[in-house]
């Protein structure tokens, strides 16, 4: 009973904790008045809770803690040179402890002994979950519920999972890794395709935007290559066809009037009016600040000292905190991680779904989000290298690995 609990919890944890502001922030369709920090803190002393309780830790687990000690020590010495925007900066360090860092632990936990079945089970609930409140913050007024850039991140998770599950429906099916195994969930899976994409547009993200062409592109190269794929995609849009058919006669026309239409217009259909957009005024600034110190950065955490912020794009914030030698060590850390994936792929399908992820999140953070609060990519690179090593000592599946 313990072991089936800790199974169901476990995955529970490591789809909520890694983007933990993702996940409380929807529940506040529901509970208006969450706080962030709140339940944010009771994931993470649950997840760290779960990963002291254990008597024995590989050499690995050993080794991955240190290495976060070791950024945490770094992260925390930044504030000893800089004095202005303190009170952002501790908020990031509090974020980066309470997410990235339980993130790692979860991760490594979730990467042996099979628990991936358990949160391959538990994609699909949370794809509902993150379909339901990002589709009622999409009806809702402007900013009244979910501020309308992250409404298009939250409805790209459920479309990647969605499309993920699409893919792989019969091998979850043939696994029984799923609590929907009635005939119709088929149909309504693409039928939520429609919703979430209507939410994530809403949103006017433009990294969800560019999210959308990939994974559907993913997925209909996919249908392309699968006769009973194609048979059961039509299906599902003449379903669909059918309910705009008999809904024709409604005013849809405000669909075309969203304030997220109108916000990727400006930035993908009017170049004259991208010079002046915020977001890459941003970016010159903070690129004005990297040619200062090219090579080793201004410190971990120093652009909320600097410009009272982040850049909004992954690579810009690496490079301006770490310089050029903390960037090429963190891509050879994403490049190692994208070779291994890509060779589990061929022993396991189930780690299809991390490649999605890692892509989802990489898009994601070129244009939003600071990689010192979203636990999301310490979660991908953490989980990919520990299966890794469980696969190689306790399976010996991968003798021939190299990297």
Known sequence: MMKRIYYHLLAILAWTLPNSYAFIDSLKVFFPNISLQIA??????????????????????????????????????TSFFYSTNAELYQSFFNSFLIRPVPAILVAMRLAKNNHIKGFIKWSEP??????????????????SIIIYQSLSYYAMTAYMINVFNIIYKEKILEEQLTYFRFSAWNFIRYFLLLIQAFSALSGGGRGAFILLIIFTGILLIRISM??????????????????????KGLDLTWLLNMDGGERLLNFFGRPERISTD??????????????????????????????????????????????????????????????????????????????????????????????????????????????????????????????
């Open 126 to 143: 949370m794809m509902l979950f993150y379909t339901l409140t990002s589709f009622l913050a999409a009806l809702s007024p402007r900013n």
């Open 278 to 403: 915020n977001r890459l005024l941003i970016y010159d600034t903070v690129w004005s600040a990297i040619q200062e110190k090219p090579f080793l950065g201004w410190g971990v955490g120093s652009t909320f000292f600097k410009f009272n912020g982040y850049s909004h794009n992954i690579v810009l914030d690496l490079l301006h905190d770490m310089g050029s030698f903390g960037l090429l060590i963190i891509l050879s850390a994403f490049f190692a991680s994208s070779v291994i994936l890509y060779k589990l792929r061929k022993i396991d399908w189930k780690v299809n779904l991390f490649i999605l992820m890692f892509l989802e999140v990489y898009v994601h953070m070129s244009f939003s989000g600071s990689y010192l609060a979203d636990g999301r990519l310490w979660f991908l690179v953490t989980f990919t290298y520990s299966y890794y090593r469980w696969k190689v000592q306790e399976k010996d599946e991968v003798s021939n690995f190299i990297i």
């Open 226 to 247: 699968n006769f009973k794929f194609l048979f059961s995609f039509i299906g599902g849009l003449s379903a669909i066809a059918l309910v705009v058919f008999f809904t």
């Open 40 to 77: 944010g803190s009771l994931l993470a002393v649950i997840s760290i809770g779960i990963f002291i309780t254990r008597i024995y830790y590989t050499r690995y687990e050993v080794f991955i803690s240190l290495l976060v000690c070791i950024f945490i020590l770094i992260f925390y010495s």
